[in-house]
């Protein structure tokens, strides 16, 4: 090889891309096959397809063709991670040869300019390959009448996405090949550092969840965290998709994507950095060797034992019925093996598999005592409580009465519902979690699940999960909170919708137990918007006077889903189109929100506003509606079952039954029952009895007249156990 002169020039690049004609060739190949292949192919097959609907057959195209030239094509991501990962370690790999890197080495040029070049090749060979392929991609969506499905696919941000990923996982990978002196070492330790870190949020998780009993990630912040950290796994999960009109991408949450693209671009310039820190620090001598930098040996090591202990612990945890010895034993055996194992990759040599023991027993040490603080609590975080003074707001989310089969569930808390400011909310969630803490230890029969988030003045949060003893004390602090107008007017469904001017109220009786969102199975719909305005004022009026004892006792009588309307061509206009792809007719409306929310008979103001708006009253279950109810008794120490009052063997051990069709026991069934979807529509959640008796449950399931069903439910001490009784009458 001949150079004129020392300085970066063509020549010296293109003797670099000479040597690496093969991987040029598998770029091309590699992107021809990802996307405008699979483009044409695509227009090709849907051509030849018979479609009644032009329009359908438009919307298929394009979001077929937006599948494969969007930055939700996985293939062009494999691609582009393959590609990334091959050309660095084939261009950098002279570095694992003492012969070759004598002769790089001996070259009339500077360090710095020879890895300026070898870096350069390894983007010359990817990203021109790539930008024809994606733009011949583009010019078959365009000559095939899709030139929206391009437009839908954000050109700017795919190309700009793919290009500062190539570069993030390929200075990762030049980074790993220039610390490495062997070929096998430099691909392990690349999978190690672009998935260990993530890994190791994940398992700090883990010991969290298993040390702490109050740990919660409310706002999701080790999931994004361990998502971040890496970035194979942030590109392959960076998906984009539509919502209301605008271009959204699943994984960035908040962040905007073009500011999650400059942090990923700054990471690729920092690694780029570092693999050029460590080139112009290698000392040719260590080609060969497994870590080419004996300084980084024992932290790399340290670290892996670390990742690996927890991991086995974590994996003899879960498999032998979350038993903390065998967690242990895992952490010992993860920790012990992974430094003998590193021992052996450092020096090529199995006899060395018990070098260094005496940093193995002070690293176990330290590993002890930090478990140790974690197991023991020693930072307190179990009985963290902050003081009322220094909240700015609080969030709960309530999991109801557990051991008695009861309760419900609130809004869920998570950092953007940290809202609510009242100090006398404040001050009953405090008092709550103080309870909390308080019995932590303990194992009370019937229990509360609260979970907290705390919003900090000036900044700053903390999310904790109290299991708390349950006792009429709890309910009227649970009463304050979830009553108060604060809490309702935030979070209930009613107060949350906002009208658009083209609504629709659809309301569902007790015959009807399922909510079909579009209208087909409701008792009756009304679109006029004064009339559904004024149905929504009056439930919200009702709803804040609603009162802790009324929801104790009274079941929903009526169920409302209030529905945001748009047309058919505005639907498609804001969407992907595929939500249309149904047939239906031109002008047909679309449902594209709706809330689903319960009435209860002290809603005076609402339900005659129904009444005199739909025509619809509340329907009492009946026999008369109903022609029959099975009733379930799951008992695992008893091989019979009944079916009315005939006894016989049943192959399914445990379970009893009877089918109730006198009219009397109907009746008394029926009376005070609440179905399915009236319980889960609750927006205040009445304590519903499962009625348990001893180690046996209860199951009531009705049959309708009109071929429906439901289980049933009762409000608090309203379950008819003379029923029971009666057809069960061993229990």
């Not at 691909?187 to 398992?203: I, N, P, R, T």
């Not at 780029?272 to 024992?298: H, Q, V, W, Y």
Request: with cysteine; hydrophobic share 45%.
């Amino acid at each position: 090889m001949t150079l004129k002169n020392s300085s970066f020039n063509a020549g010296l690049l293109w003797e670099t891309l000479r040597r690496n004609i093969w991987a040029v060739t598998l770029a091309v190949l590699g992107f021809a096959f990802t996307l405008p292949l699979p483009v044409a192919m695509s227009v090709q097959t849907i051509n030849n397809r018979d479609y009644a609907v032009p329009m359908i057959k438009h919307l298929e195209m394009k979001e077929k063709i937006q599948g494969f030239i969007g930055l939700q094509s996985p293939l062009a991501k494999a691609v582009m991670i393959v590609l990334a990962v091959v050309c660095a370690v084939a261009i950098f790999s002279y570095l694992h040869s003492r012969q070759r890197t004598d002769f790089y080495h001996s070259l009339p040029v500077s360090r710095g300019k020879l890895f300026a070049c070898n870096y350069a090749a390894g983007a010359v060979i990817v990203l021109p390959c790539y930008i024809v392929m994606q733009l011949v991609a583009y010019l078959i969506a365009l000559a095939s009448g899709c030139g929206d499905a391009v437009a839908a696919s954000q050109p700017l941000v795919t190309i700009g996405a793919n290009l500062i990923f190539f570069f993030a996982v390929y200075a990762l990978a030049v980074a790993c090949t220039v610390l490495c002196g062997n070929t096998i070492v430099t691909l392990l330790l690349f999978g190690w550092s672009a998935f260990s870190l993530s890994a190791a949020v994940m398992l700090w998780e883990t010991l969290c969840m298993t040390f702490y009993q109050t740990y919660t990630d409310l706002a999701g912040f080790s999931s994004n965290l361990m998502m971040r950290l890496s970035p194979i796994i942030q590109y392959l999960f960076l998906i984009p998709y539509q919502y209301q009109g605008k271009a959204m991408y699943a994984t960035t949450g908040d962040t905007s994507v073009w500011l999650l693209l400059l942090a990923y671009l700054a990471v690729a310039v920092l690694l780029t950095a570092l693999a050029f820190f460590l080139f112009k620090r290698r000392k040719s001598e260590c080609a060969g060797m497994a870590i080419a930098f004996n300084g980084l040996r024992a932290p790399l090591k340290f670290w892996c034992c670390t990742v690996m202990a927890v991991g086995v612990g974590w994996i003899f945890y879960n498999i032998v019925d979350n038993s903390k010895l065998w967690l242990f034993f895992g952490f010992l055996a993860g920790g012990v093996l992974t430094h003998f194992l590193m021992e052996i990759i450092y020096s090529f040599d199995f006899k060395a598999i018990f070098r260094h023991w005496k940093s193995l027993l002070v690293y176990g040490a330290v590993f002890a005592v930090c478990i140790a603080c974690m197991a023991f609590d020693i930072t307190g975080y179990d009985r963290y409580l902050p003081a009322a003074g220094d909240l700015q707001a609080v969030g709960v989310e309530y999991r109801g009465y557990e051991g008695d089969g009861g309760g419900g569930a609130w809004q869920p808390a998570t950092s953007e519902y940290a809202d609510l400011t009242d100090p006398e909310n404040i001050d009953a969630v405090l008092s709550l979690a103080r309870k909390g803490v308080d019995s932590l230890g303990t194992e009370p029969d019937r229990t509360v699940r609260l979970t907290v988030n705390y919003l900090k003045k000036g900044g700053g949060e903390a999310s904790r999960t109290y299991v708390i003893p349950h006792d009429e004390a709890d309910d009227r602090l649970f009463d304050q909170i979830r009553f108060s107008e604060e809490y309702i007017t935030k979070r209930a469904p009613a107060f949350t919708y906002a009208l658009t001017g083209r609504d629709e109220v659809d309301v569902y009786t007790s015959l009807q137990p399922y909510t079909s969102y579009n209208n087909a199975n409701a008792a009756a719909s009304n679109s006029n918007q004064d009339e559904v305005e004024a149905i929504l004022e009056a439930l919200r009026k009702d709803m804040l006077q609603f009162t802790p004892e009324q929801a104790r006792t009274e079941a929903p009588v009526l169920r409302l889903v209030f529905l945001n309307l748009t047309t058919r061509e505005e639907e498609l206009a804001i969407r992907n189109g595929m939500e249309a792809m149904t047939g239906y007719g031109d002008g047909y409306t679309i449902r594209s929100t709706s809330q689903d929310i319960a009435v209860y008979p002290s809603y005076k103001e609402t339900l005659a506003c129904i009444e005199r708006y739909t025509g619809v009253t509340p329907v009492r279950l009946t026999p008369d509606n109903v022609i029959s109810a099975e009733l379930h008794l799951y008992n695992h120490e008893d091989d019979t079952t009944y079916s009315g009052q005939m006894r016989y063997q049943d192959k399914n051990a445990g379970e009893e039954t009877a089918n109730v069709t006198d009219r009397a026991d109907l009746e008394a069934l029926l009376q005070d029952a609440v179905t399915d979807a009236e319980l889960s529509s609750a927006d205040v959640m009445f304590d519903a009895d499962a009625y348990v008796l001893g180690e046996k449950g209860f199951e009531i399931i009705a049959q309708f007249k009109n071929g429906q069903g439901t289980h049933l439910y009762y409000p608090e001490g309203k379950a008819p156990e003379q029923v029971f009784a009666k057809y069960f009458p061993q229990q």
